[in-house]
C-alpha cells in the first residue's frame, strides 16, 4: 500500500501562536483508505524550512499489542516526545513567531501499523501529543517517506530500521529502554565523543561539518536560545575510550560548529553502563549509530 | 578493597566492558605520546578532585557568585587559554603520580595504581580551560565528570571513587552520607615545602578512621568515663570509620613496595595523628588496626596537646581530621587540611555544643 503522509489537528495553543503547519482533515476515500494528501511543496512557506524534522515511529510512540481501549498504551518514546514538544513550547514561549521549531512526524514502518491508521491518531490526540504529521508506511516504502519529508533525524526501537535509514543517508537513533525513564520537561540528547574527532562518513559529525542545516547544527541553534541555566534543552558529550586529549577535541570540534555542550563525561575506557544509567539520555547521536552497551 | 570495588569487580566478566576497556587501551597505547594510560578503575584507588580544589579559582568564583552564571562561563571561555593556579590538592595530586610512576616501573602490568577523575558541576564549556589547565601542568587526569550545574554526587560511585575531595562542605557532607571517603580541602594560611618523593597522608583516629562511638562517649559522658571504657573495651576493635578504606587502599599500594624490598624507600607513609593518650587510650586504637590487618606508619599520641606543631613537622600532603578546631590549628600553621565531616564532632566546636537551625528542607 502506497504511504500516505498528512498533518493531524494541532493543539490549540500552537495554532493561535503560529499557524505555520499546513494540515489536512484526513478524508476517508471510496474504499475507506485515506486518500493520499501529500504536502505540496509549493505550500511549504519559508518559516517551515527552518524546522527541525524529526520522525519516530509509532511502535516507539505506542506500546505495541497494548491497548486501554479505544487509544494504545503509551511506549517508551512517550516522555522523547513530551519533550521535544516542551522544547516548542518554550521557544515559542520566548518568541511568538518563531520558527526554528522541532516538525515531529509519527511514522509506521509496517503494513500492520498501516492498517491502524485511525486508532493511532486517536490515540495521539488522547495523550495528548502535538504530532505535525502522520507517515501511513510500510517496510517497503517508509525510507521513500523519510526522504520525501526531508527527515533530519530518524528514531526508532528497531535496529534495522535505523541501520536502513542511516545507509539511506537519513540521520538515526535507535531508541531503547532508556529512554522511558527520561524526563519529560527536558530533551536531553547525548553525543558520543570518540568518532567526533575521526567521522565516519555518514555518521552525525561528519554531516555537521559539512552541512550547516544539519540536525546536530540545529541543535545547536536551538540550544542557544535558552541560557545555562533552566533550558529544557540540554547538549550532553560522552567520550568512552579517548581521555582528555578527545574530550577537549569533541568539546572544540562541537562548538566550532555551533553546538555547546552542557554536560560532558571522559571515560577514557571506564564502564560507560553506571554512567549512563544516570545521565537520562533521550537518545544517542553517534557515528556508531548508538552500538552502546545495553 | 572498599566495598564499590568489590560491587564493579563482580560484574567484571561483562562482554560489553571488556571490549570497551580493551579497545581503550589500545588507543592509548597507539598513541605517539609517552603519557601514562590510565588504570582499570576496577583495579584502581580512585581520586576524586573538584576543580576548585585542583586549582585556584578564587577570582573566577567570585565572578560567579557577584555577576551570575552567564558571565561566569563567558569569562573561563576568553580566559580558556590562560592556565590556572595550582590549588589545595594540587600538591597531593602530584604526590599520587608520583606514586604511580614508581608503581609502573616495578609492576609495568598491573592495574594497580592512582586514578584521578575530575569531579565538577562546572559546565563543559568551562571545562576546555580545565583541561587547557591540566595540560599545561601535564597531569595524568583522563577521566572528566562535568555536569553542567547538576550535583556530581550521584556520578561519585558511577566513577567508582575511593575518595572524594572538594572544597564545597555541603558536597562532602552529602558525599559522606551517601557512605563515599570526603573532605573538604581548605587551603593553609602559609606555604609548606613538601616531599616531592613521597606521599604523606596523616589521619585523625576517631571519627575519620574509626567510627566516632568513643568520641560520643567524651562529648556526652566526659574524659573519665572515656577512659574508663577504652579501658575496659581495650581488645574489643573500634567500628570503621569513612576514611578506613581510604587507609586500605594505601596499605594495599605500599606492600606492593615492600614485597619489592622497597620499604625503606617507600614514596608512601601514613600517620595517625590522635588526641588520645598512648597510655590509657591508645592500646584500643593500635589493636583495632591490627584485627584490620592494617597498618599505619607512625602513631602520634597528644594526649589533648594541638596538633598544629606535629604536624608542621611531618608535611603531610593531607592531613584528614574530623573537627574543625584541629583543621584551623593545622592550617595555620601551614598544613594542608581536609575536613570529614561525620559524626557528633559535627555538632561541638571547642567542646561546646553548636546551635544547630532548622535543616533547610
Known amino acids: 500500500m502506497a504511504s500516505s503522509c498528512y498533518g493531524d489537528a494541532l493543539i490549540r495553543r500552537i495554532k493561535e501562536k503560529a499557524s505555520k503547519w499546513i494540515y489536512r482533515n484526513p478524508v476517508p476515500g471510496p474504499d475507506g483508505t485515506h486518500l493520499n494528501h501529500h504536502l505540496p511543496k509549493s505550500g511549504l512557506r519559508?518559516?517551515?524550512?527552518?524546522?527541525?524534522?524529526?520522525?519516530?515511529?509509532?511502535?516507539?510512540?505506542?506500546?505495541?499489542?497494548?491497548?486501554?481501549?479505544?487509544?494504545?498504551?503509551?511506549?517508551?518514546?512517550?516522555?522523547?516526545?513530551?519533550?521535544?514538544?516542551?522544547?516548542?513550547?518554550?521557544l515559542l514561549e520566548q518568541n511568538p513567531s518563531e520558527s526554528l521549531l522541532f516538525d515531529i512526524i509519527l511514522i509506521t514502518t509496517s503494513s500492520q501499523r498501516q492498517q491502524q491508521s485511525s486508532q493511532i491518531m486517536r490515540s495521539t490526540r488522547h495523550h495528548g501529543l502535538e504530532v505535525g504529521r502522520f507517515c501511513f508506511s510500510s517496510e517497503d516504502?517508509?525510507?521513500?517517506?523519510?526522504?520525501?519529508?526531508?527527515?533530519?533525524?530518524?528514531?526508532s526501537t528497531d535496529r534495522n530500521e535505523t541501520s536502513q535509514a542511516s545507509q539511506r543517508g537519513v540521520l538515526s537513533a535507535l531508541l531503547d529502554q532508556r529512554a522511558a525513564s527520561s524526563p519529560s520537561e527536558q530533551l536531553r540528547v547525548l553525543f558520543c565523543g570518540d568518532t567526533v574527532v575521526q567521522p565516519n562518513a555518514a555518521g552525525p559529525m561528519s554531516t555537521i561539518q559539512h552541512d550547516a542545516q544539519s540536525f546536530p547544527a540545529q541543535l545547536g541553534k536551538m540550544r542557544q536560545r535558552f541560557g545555562m541555566l533552566d533550558s529544557p534543552l540540554v547538549i550532553i558529550l560522552m567520550v568512552?575510550?579517548?581521555?582528555?586529549?578527545?574530550?577537549?577535541?569533541?568539546l572544540q570540534v562541537l562548538r566550532s560548529c555551533g553546538v555547546g555542550v552542557d554536560e560532558a563525561y571522559c571515560l577514557a575506557g571506564a564502564p560507560q553502563s553506571p554512567i549512563l544509567s544516570l545521565l537520562h539520555p533521550h537518545f544517542l547521536l553517534s557515528d556508531d549509530f548508538g552500538e552502546l552497551e545495553e | 578493597m572498599s566495598e564499590i570495588k568489590q560491587d564493579a569487580a563482580a560484574t567484571n566478566g561483562n562482554m560489553a566492558e571488556e571490549k570497551d576497556w580493551a579497545a581503550a587501551k589500545a588507543a592509548f597505547e597507539n598513541l605517539k605520546s609517552n603519557k601514562p594510560r590510565p588504570p582499570k578503575p576496577q583495579y584502581a584507588v580512585t581520586i576524586a578532585v573538584s576543580s576548585r580544589a585542583?586549582?585556584?579559582?578564587?577570582?573566577?568564583?567570585?565572578?560567579?557568585?557577584?555577576?551570575g552564571m552567564e558571565t561566569y562561563v563567558a569569562h573561563q571561555q576568553e580566559h580558556e587559554s590562560e592556565p590556572l593556579k595550582e590549588g589545595v590538592a594540587f600538591p597531593f595530586v602530584k604526590a599520587l603520580m608520583n606514586v604511580n610512576a614508581r608503581l609502573r616501573k616495578l609492576y609495568p602490568d598491573s592495574e594497580e595504581l592512582f586514578d584521578i577523575v575530575l569531579m565538577t558541576n562546572n559546565h563543559a564549556q568551562v571545562g576546555v580551560r580545565l583541561i587547557n589547565s591540566i595540560n599545561h601542568y601535564d597531569l595524568s587526569i583522563e577521566r572528566f565528570c562535568m555536569t553542567g550545574g547538576q550535583s556530581p554526587i550521584g556520578y561519585l560511585k558511577a566513577y567508582m571513587t575511593n575518595l572524594y575531595l572538594s572544597t564545597d562542605s555541603e558536597k562532602v557532607t552529602r558525599a559522606i552520607d551517601e557512605g563515599i571517603a570526603a573532605a573538604t580541602m581548605f587551603t593553609q594560611s602559609t606555604d609548606t615545602e613538601l616531599s616531592?618523593?613521597?606521599?604523606?597522608?596523616?589521619?585523625?583516629?576517631?571519627?575519620?578512621l574509626f567510627s566516632d562511638e568513643s568520641e560520643v562517649i567524651v562529648k556526652q559522658h566526659g574524659l573519665d568515663s572515656f577512659f574508663e571504657h577504652e579501658k575496659q573495651f581495650e581488645n574489643k576493635p573500634l567500628a570503621q570509620g569513612p576514611l578506613k578504606c581510604f587507609l586500605e587502599a594505601l596499605g594495599k599500594l605500599q606492600r606492593k613496595f615492600y614485597a619489592k624490598n622497597e620499604r625503606l624507600d617507600c614514596p608512601i607513609r601514613t600517620y595517625l595523628v590522635t588526641a588520645r593518650s598512648a597510655a590509657s587510650s591508645g592500646a584500643r586504637v593500635l589493636k583495632t588496626l591490627r584485627s584490620w590487618g592494617?597498618?599505619?606508619?607512625?602513631?602520634l599520641f597528644l594526649a589533648g596537646a594541638p596538633k598544629g606543631p606535629l604536624l608542621q613537622k611531618i608535611r603531610p600532603h593531607i592531613f584528614f581530621d574530623d573537627q574543625m578546631f584541629h583543621i584551623e590549628g593545622a592550617k595555620?600553621?601551614?598544613?594542608?587540611?581536609?575536613?570529614?565531616?561525620?559524626?557528633?564532632?559535627?555538632?561541638?566546636?571547642?567542646?561546646?555544643?553548636?546551635?544547630q537551625p532548622p535543616k533547610k528542607e
Open chain 2, 196 to 208: 616531592s618523593t613521597q606521599l604523606r597522608v596523616a589521619f585523625d583516629g576517631d571519627a575519620v
Open chain 1, 141 to 155: 516504502n517508509f525510507l521513500e517517506s523519510l526522504l520525501e519529508n526531508n527527515v533530519q533525524l530518524f528514531l
Open chain 1, 46 to 90: 519559508k518559516k517551515d524550512a527552518d524546522a527541525v524534522v524529526v520522525a519516530v515511529t509509532s511502535d516507539a510512540v505506542f506500546d505495541p499489542g497494548a491497548d486501554e481501549g479505544d487509544a494504545f498504551r503509551v511506549g517508551l518514546a512517550f516522555p522523547l516526545l513530551q519533550a521535544l514538544q516542551r522544547v516548542n513550547e518554550r
Open chain 2, 54 to 67: 585542583l586549582f585556584n579559582m578564587v577570582a573566577e568564583r567570585k565572578i560567579f557568585q557577584e555577576d
Open chain 1, 240 to 250: 568512552s575510550q579517548g581521555g582528555r586529549d578527545s574530550c577537549s577535541s569533541a
Open chain 2, 332 to 355: 595555620e600553621l601551614g598544613t594542608i587540611s581536609a575536613h570529614v565531616p561525620y559524626g557528633i564532632g559535627q555538632k561541638y566546636h571547642k567542646g561546646k555544643l553548636i546551635e
Open chain 2, 294 to 299: 592494617l597498618e599505619i606508619d607512625e602513631a
